[in-house]
């Protein structure tokens, strides 16, 4: 089959579906969500994610051997189409586009496909409203080493395109599951996995816990924290002392406060 | 003097030159910038920082107390505009605005400003880019009781809408300082304040450093770290250990990891 032409218009409609994908409501219905950038689409294709295309835009490369990386994405069979900058850039939803943009099969995110190994570190987080404290997350959580993170009751969808970028593609090589908080309560205790809820009403502090051995660290909401559930099924409540006269973290930091508090906890054990 | 009647218009050049302020080249010009939002408004008139004006939209008020707010304001020599809810959504910055927006006087920002009092802990940062990070590093110097902020070199104005947003006011409660990096670097050495530089190419962990006393954590730009001069001219260098596959941290989730490190060996010094 010899290579399309080059899509030139705003108006193809295949570029209307792609930006389409932009929308919680598409990727539902069709199971399909968007990765863009060279080092998110590089870890897609390492992590061997399902790409159904590749839109590129050489004009826009920077330089960091894109060439390679759409070929390699062919031969995992994905569909390559070549598009201008103007059509390009109204399909990026970044300010400044590299000229590569996947279209991707969303993958099974079950709590049973999680094989978290023994004594694990994990993230459990509980509606994270914010596409890039999720994404934040996500790349925090895969530097400390933890084996899993676990999103309960999301109200963002974790194939957002924003979740992709703030992860910088770790949402393809750190172990996911999408779970309601029972469930996830119940499997890490059927794991025997213990579990450090921060809320700031707790008495003990997040370095006083002991952070070794298989512990999951959990965290809530920007706004409202962790759900009741959370904080009663939770093995101890920590909370992160905060001397200032601010009393509050962003979610993404308290998370990651904790995890690497544990990951001190954890080097010296 | 009677009130002036409600802004209504899009249109009207007021709104506009409110509206020229998100550009850092107007701030620079007129010295002003702005404060959008009841928590952020709250805490500017808590500090005593000069406003000149506030618009307020009572359409749009979340029911937080806003009109003491507005008069607290006017107390302390605001003019206060209201404006209608189509012109004011065309002035706010924000996807869900609140009815408040305030135009205030850029305050001193030079090191000799700065009192950091006895073993203070610092936050020094060089080059950082973008606004959101900036601002939450605010937020989260403040949250580990940081002594003052020290922003060297930057890229990012201070006085940007987004650092104001990020920061949730704390811009106006955290000391700060806007310096290069040489006067930086003299201005702690005379004060006998050690500087923890956090660099990947360090052989120290972040914990192994004494972080208590009189101590800056330095953290570098998003995407270039920190300079050579601060490298060669920091008292000790430090990383943060990443078990992970993932070698990189966000700019402020960097800089809060250390800081609460120096939190948890200050509250058992």
Redesign the interface.
């Known amino acids: 089959m010899p290579p399309a032409e080059p899509i030139t218009s705003t108006a193809n409609p295949r570029l209307k579906a792609l930006v389409r994908l932009r929308d919680r409501r598409d990727r539902d219905r069709s199971g399909l969500f968007l990765i863009e950038g060279y080092r998110e689409l590089r870890r897609a294709v390492e992590a061997a994610v399902p790409l159904t295309e590749v839109w590129c835009c050489p004009a826009l490369y920077l330089g960091q051997n894109e060439a390679a990386l759409v070929e390699a994405a062919r031969d995992r069979g994905a569909e390559v189409v070549e598009v201008a900058e103007t059509p390009f850039r109204k399909a990026s939803y970044r300010d400044r586009p590299e000229g590569l943009l996947a279209v991707a099969r969303q993958f099974p995110t079950g709590l049973d496909r999680l094989d978290p190994g023994p004594a694990p570190l994990l993230l459990v987080v509980e509606g994270i409203e914010k596409p890039g404290n999720l994404g ?1 997350m996500m ?8 084996a899993a993170l676990i999103v309960c009751d999301p109200t963002t969808d974790p194939f957002n395109p924003n979740v992709v970028r703030a992860s ?1 593609g ?1 949402l393809f ?1 750190l172990p996911l599951a999408v779970a309601d908080t029972p469930a996830a309560i119940a499997w890490l205790h059927a794991l025997g996995i213990r579990t450090a809820a921060t809320t700031p009403a707790a008495t003990r ?1 997040h ?1 006083e816990a002991d952070l070794t051995g298989g512990v999951a660290v959990v965290v809530g909401s920007e706004q409202y924290g962790l759900s009741a559930a959370w904080l009663q099924g939770a093995t101890e409540q920590v909370l ?11 979610a ?2 308290a998370a ?2 904790v995890l ?2 544990a ?2 906890q ?2 010296q054990a």
């Open positions: 934040t790349r925090t959580a895969a530097a400390a080493g933890a910088l770790t090589s502090s370095w992160i002392p905060m001397p200032g006269t601010v009393d509050s973290l962003n993404a930091m990651g406060i690497f508090e990951v001190r954890r080097s």
